[in-house]
């Protein structure tokens, strides 16, 4: 059987028949060239919108909720409604240790401070942040390091700025790191520049200085602005914002039932929602590509029975020569597994130019849709495998019609 | 060489059945150049196609050459005409995007003969039949004679013990047909048994023998004297 495959009188007779038909054959494989340049284009497009879109929240634990207070919409334990609610730090600590599943909670203050630097000057948002902020929210630095430990312990003045806050207080190319900067009249040393990311989930950020400083030159004390839950990647981001929000109220002397004491954003369940789409997607790819290459094997498929019916007589003639009905049916089916073969592979490389037209199209630069759009080569061995046992049954079809005559009826034909 | 007794063979049509070959007893010596001859619809096509191993008979033995020709699988019948039988048609029945020389190859091809063992000797028989000039012309751009005798060497280029000949003139003029026969007369005389249906008169005169049928029985059987056909050429 192999050494047949590796004959050249097969492949003679292959050639043969598809030059006697030359346009026939390729319009034939028109329609498995499209289905899997379908099935490669689209797939490429698919996995290029997720990495866009994991390269947008690559840096963010995405297993996350944001909590902060509003007001009460309930009376409770004497309680007015319409009270104010604050977060302060020992809620935070009280969640961490007592709701399941929780990787970090990390709080977060915030607010409006007037910046000097020399002669130049303006207002920016400040937030003071312990270093976990880093692990939940990577930040990008473009120059320095991020908060540390000891910048807490010590209620160190430091301070980072935002890209755009620097190009506000520096001069152009000039040195930043070590600088001071006045905020609120009171110097910060600069130790890094960063720079916002695409996404910015809470109020943007335009400097970062150390938590603890933050409560003091705020004159916060225990309270907070709001806090990120960060859950374990294997735990209900759901559930633990329940959790989390029911120890809260309990804390806050809120009513259980009050909605509106807090308000929350689960980053977790939008991106869930988010990921389920681009499932959706590629299952519709997988579903429409397959379908589309169905309908193009069949078409061979149907093509390959005509030619039969026309080659009736000679199929007779080489049967009266000779030909078993085995050889006959399998050079009908490598004819089939051929076309599908080389219709295949051309649509492998040309859904291959196309994903590298997106890519110039449309994959450019920071902000593009589709990043990396491609397909791995397990896929595309997958849909190879899949085309030749299609190929193959699809084949047996019309070989089998072909043997299924007799030699004589075939003969007799004219 | 070839021993048939007591063939019957029928086709259904419809609710009845048409008895086309009611008995036939027949037998052809090495050697012998055999006409068939009858009206249309005396059977003699099909007591050739039988022959041929194209068709089975329903009833009756056929030995070929001490072979009892039964119960063929298709296989089997394939790999009986290929060593066998050669076959000449009246159409020709070459594959028409095939040049001579692919052609006259192909039953050796079918043998599983190396390609280029299996081309020197297709150029041997068509050198035979005068064509090696023409191998690598298409039958669309030769002749009708030219034609056969591309099939005359396919169907010689097996070697086989038997040529079978349905109406190799009826598609050719006169003076072409001539040519043919006396071709096929110049293979008799090399020893190849031939079996050869036709309905011309004077072509039937060119064999040895003459078998008519009628109604699927054979009404005659008799050696003539041979005509020989390179007097008209």
Redesign the interface.
Known sequence: MFKFLFD??TWQEVY??F??NKLRSILTMVGVWWGILLLIGLLGSARGLENSFNRLFGDFATNSVFVWGQSTSKPFKGFQEGRKVRLSLSDAKKIEKNVEGIEFVVPRSQDQATVVRKFLSGSFQVAGDYPLLDQVQKKKLIYGRFINQNDIDFDKKVTLLSEETYKQLFEKKENAIGEYVQINSMSFKVIGIFKNGDVNMGPSTDMHIPFTTFQQIYNRGDEIGWMMITGKPESDIKQIEADAKLLLKNLNKIHPKDSRAFGSFNLGKEFGKLTGFLTGMQFLTWFVGIATLIAGVFAIGNILLITVKERT??I????????????IKRQIVVEAVFLTLVAGVLGIITGGWILIALDAAFGQGDDAAIVNASVSIAVVFIALIILVVLGTLIGLIPAFKA?SI???EA?RE? | MLKINQLHKSYPIGDSSLHVLKGIDLKVEEGEMVAIMGSSGSGKSTLL?II?M??EADSGDYILDGLPIKDLT??KA??Y???FLG?I?Q?F???N??NALENVA??L???GMK?KERQEMAMFHLEKVGLSDWAKHLPKELSGGQNQRVAIA?ALA?NPKLLLADEPTGALDTKTSHEIMAFIQQLNDEGKTILMVTHEEDIAGMCKRIVRLRDGVIMEDKKVEQVRAEQYV
């Open positions: 050249r009188d043969d028949s030059s006697k007589k000679e007779g003639v080489r049967r009266a020569l000779g030909a078993t009905p085995f050889e043997t007799k030699p004589i003969l004219e | 196609n041929g194209l068709d298709e296989k394939a790999v005409r290929n060593k076959f048609f159409s029945n070459l594959i995007y095939k192909l039953p091809y079918y043998q390609r396919r097996a």
